[in-house]
Every structure is written in C-alpha cells, then in structure tokens.
C-alpha cells in the first residue's frame, strides 16, 4: 500500500488532482449519471411499494433491529458502500489517498466498494436483510437524502455516538445541520450537496443572463431552447421556489399549482424537454441555451467552454444531499463513525472535494483547498458563500402516499 498523508500533499498529487477538473471524469460527473438512471422509479417501481409488499416499519430509537454488537475493538475494519467516482484516485488511478492515510492512522482497514448506482436498486439488495433484522455485510452506506429519510424512518439506520464524531459535529456547515427528516443529524451526515441552479450559454443568449425559473418559463427568445431536469424534487422545487413557495412547506395545492405551470411550458414548447445529464451536451453546443441544472455539471463544463455561465435565482435554490448511514446490524458501528469523523477534518475534506466537485458540507475547508486549486476555494458551487447558504432551500420530506401521487404527477407532467 503507498502511503499518503492527508495533511501533505506531494505535487504529483497535488496534479492529478488539478487534472481531475478537466479530464478523466470530466465529461460526465456521477450525480448526473445517478440523475439519468430512471424518472419516477421511486413511486412507480421502488421505494413506494414498500408497504405493498408486506414490509412492516421498524421501531425506531431503542429497537433491537437497529442495534448491533460492536466488534470494531476487535476487528479492526470497516467494509463502506458508495457511489462510482465519489472518492478521491492517486495519480496512478488506482490507489485512494485519503483512505490509505485513514488506515496508515488508525490501523483500520477499508473494503471499499463502488456498488451503489442507482438508490433504488440499491435499497432494493440490502431492503431484504434491513427487513428482516440481518447484517447487509455493510458498516457504511452513502445514499441520497430521500432514501436516507426512509431507512432512518424505517428504523434501520442505526444512531450514530456524538463521543466519536467530534469534527463533524464541529466542523458540519450549517445548511446542512439540521433536516427535518434528520434534525439534529442523529443518524447521518452529510458526504456532500448537490446545489441546483440556472444555468445558460451566454452565446447561445445573446450575452443575456437567464437568472430565474420565470425567464426560463416565460421569456419568447428562449422557446425551445429550456430544459428542465427529470428529477421531481429538483424541476418541481425550483418552480415552487420562483412562485414564492417554500419546498420545505409546501401544500398538495402548491405542488399542483408547480405541475400547472411547468405543463403550460411543456404546452407552448418553451420546454424543449426534460433531461438526465444529456443536457451537458446540448447545453455546451447551445442547443439548449439555458435550463435547470446540477452544480457539478457546470463546473465541469466550464472547464472546457468558458461560455457556460450559472445563476443562483433571487428566489433561492434547491440543495440535496448524499448522506452517511450506519446500516441496522453493521458489525463495525464505531470504526464506521471514526471514519466518517476524519471526513469532516478539513485537510481530508478538502482533498474530497478537490475530486468530486460538489458542495463541501465542511465548514473551515477553504484554505485547505486553496492549497489544491485556488479557483476551487472561491468557487461557491463548491464552497458556497453566505449570500449563497441563505439561499438555499430543500425539498421536505415526503409520505410515501405524498411520494407515489407526486411522482406519478411529474411522470405524467414529462411523459415518463
């Protein structure tokens, strides 16, 4: 194993962390790929058949099911689950810096794993063994912020000791502390975010900035040429936000209100149409001359094409999350947690994000990042500044009825 210390960075490191913003995963970064993998298979095929398959809810706080022996004394490692290209590579593309440094620290050895591409496939390998009370062979998990919601819910996520998570207690920005459907962060934190935003090629507009989901929706010199996302929470949320609606409060009557005037754009073709991550392409060639987009999209693009421009809308923005999770009946709980603790040291946090390219959810990580990429410590997809924090908004939680009659809405709303 090479050793790296995530305190100090060799200039070959320092490179192939540089190179990573315009090569290797630059063309296609993995929320998008998340994003594109399949509108509405929550309601339509997942997670909202649930109850329908005889599942009961677990207990929460307290019930055996989610609690486990702790073996993490005596066997010193963790196996961890994640998503593809969401951990930092070394030069050669093969070793895992920040988690070799973990384990030359803490002699606790990593299975790590890239076997999560889709949430809802995923919950639906380890649903099984949740359910029925079994091991999933996982200490640790990182899933989006609605299933994070559910297996919380469900009782199978097991609640984390504040004693082993110091910095990330200390260090966790504040839009992120305190969801409603994790207040407090007893269960989970946050891996990273996913800011939603406006984003447009100042060519294909004439040098005219597009700033709010009302030019997207309404103004003629962009008919045909507006995209929207295929994922509810970030289309939908956008467009309760510019109606003056709080995605975090929002009534059914809001939310059909949203669907109304996202369905008159679609009616008129000002929409051309609702995409996963193709709209990258199209975007970058000008096709699409301005849409809703993810943040890690557009840093990417940019790299490459300096006509890419973002907005944040007046109105705010949408942020979701990937959050970790300790599964119910994980055999490593606190080896887990300590792992999950040295992510929220700004050093490691920062050679994090210097790969990804979302949100750092860890406060104190700038001066740490600048020593990466300069232009990445003031890049506020990446570190968002406190005009841009206050701007943020999430979509709330769901009932898994909200979930399947919303979702069935939005799949009829882009003809999915």
């Not at 966790?172 to 990273?192: C, E, I, M, N, V």
């Not at 009534?251 to 709209?279: P, S």
């Not at 009946?329 to 050679?351: C, F, G, I, S, W």
């Amino acid at each position: 194993m090479q050793e790296y210390e995530a305190e100090s960075l060799s200039a070959p490191q320092l490179a192939a962390m540089r190179r990573s913003l315009a090569g290797g995963r630059g063309a296609l970064t993995r929320r998008s790929l998340l994003r594109a993998s399949g509108t509405g298979a929550l309601a339509l095929g997942g997670l909202g058949t649930l109850s329908a398959c005889g599942i009961p809810p677990a207990k929460r706080e307290g019930d055996a099911a989610a609690a486990s022996d702790d073996h993490s004394a005596r066997e010193k490692r963790i196996t961890f689950s994640n998503w593809t290209e969401y951990m930092d590579v070394g030069e050669d593309e093969k070793s895992r810096p920040t988690l070799e440094a973990f384990t030359k620290r803490t002699g606790i050895t990593v299975k790590y794993t890239e076997d999560i591409n889709d949430n809802v496939e995923f919950f639906g390998k380890v649903k099984p063994q949740l359910a029925a009370g079994q091991d999933t062979g996982r200490d640790l998990i990182i899933v989006t912020d609605w299933l994070a919601a559910r297996i919380i819910r469900l009782g199978w996520a097991q609640k984390l000791d504040p004693a082993n998570l110091p910095h990330a207690f200390a260090n966790l920005s504040a839009q992120f502390r305190s969801p409603d459907w994790d207040p407090g962060r007893a269960y989970s934190y946050p891996w990273t975010g996913i800011p939603t935003v406006i984003a447009y090629n100042e060519k294909a507009t004439g040098g005219r900035k597009v700033e709010s989901v009302t030019q997207l929706l309404d103004d003629p010199k962009l008919k045909g040429r507006v995209s929207f996302l295929s994922e509810m929470r970030d289309s939908v949320g956008m467009t309760l936000l510019d109606m003056g609606k709080d995605p975090g409060s929002f009534t059914d009557a809001d939310y059909d209100a949203a669907i109304g005037r996202l369905q008159k754009g679609v009616d008129r073709k000002q929409i051309r149409r609702f995409t996963g991550n193709d709209y990258t392409a199209d975007l970058s060639k000008g096709d699409i001359a301005a849409c809703v987009a993810w943040a890690g999209d557009i840093i990417q693009l940019q790299a490459d094409n300096p006509d890419i421009k973002f907005t944040i809308p007046a109105a705010g923005y949408i942020t979701s999350s990937d959050n970790m999770l300790v599964p119910a009946r994980a055999r490593h709980k606190t080896n887990a947690e300590k792992l999950m603790d040295y992510y929220y040291e700004p050093p490691v946090a920062a050679q994090l994000a210097a790969y990804i390219n979302y949100v750092c959810p860890v406060d104190g990580v700038a001066a740490e990042l600048a020593k990466i990429d300069e232009s990445m410590a003031s890049n506020t997809l990446i570190l968002p500044d406190k005009e841009m924090a206050a701007k943020s908004r999430s979509f709330r939680s769901l009932s898994a009825e909200e979930e399947t009659a919303y979702e069935e809405k939005f799949a009829e709303l882009i003809g999915a």
